[in-house]
């Protein structure tokens, strides 16, 4: 079982920045990907980044060049960097973390909305 619990979520206004943390309570080289997704209201879940145990990033169309995603391995905490912040960025954003045996894991979220 992999405890992940997510931070940073806020009320920004639009062009804006956040930086969401997800510390994880194991070792980050354990889990062989770690992500973020996003849910906006009343939409499914979707795929914002994710970053592998060799640090391979992938982002999803809408992520690149406004989020950057990294991991520290000395906190074992993954970041998901958010700038240039849209009002479709609204929703809650949830930390995974899947092992070499495919088993995954999902925090409870971080509200994170944007408005003026």
């Known amino acids: 079982q992999v405890q992940l619990a997510e931070f940073g979520g806020d009320l920004v206004q639009p062009g804006g920045s956040l930086r969401l943390a997800c510390p994880a309570g194991e070792k980050l080289s354990k889990l062989y990907v770690m992500a973020w997704y996003h849910q906006a209201p009343g939409k499914q879940r979707e795929f914002v980044a994710s970053m592998t145990n060799t640090f391979a990033a992938n982002y999803a169309d809408a992520a690149k060049g406004r989020f950057t995603i990294s991991r520290n391995e000395t906190s074992n905490t993954l970041f998901l960097q958010m700038s240039s912040l849209k009002v479709e960025d609204t929703g809650l954003y949830y930390c995974?973390?899947?092992?070499?045996?495919?088993?995954?894991?999902w925090g409870r979220g971080t509200q994170v909305t944007v408005s003026s």
């Open positions: 995974y973390a899947q092992l070499a045996d495919g088993s995954g894991f």
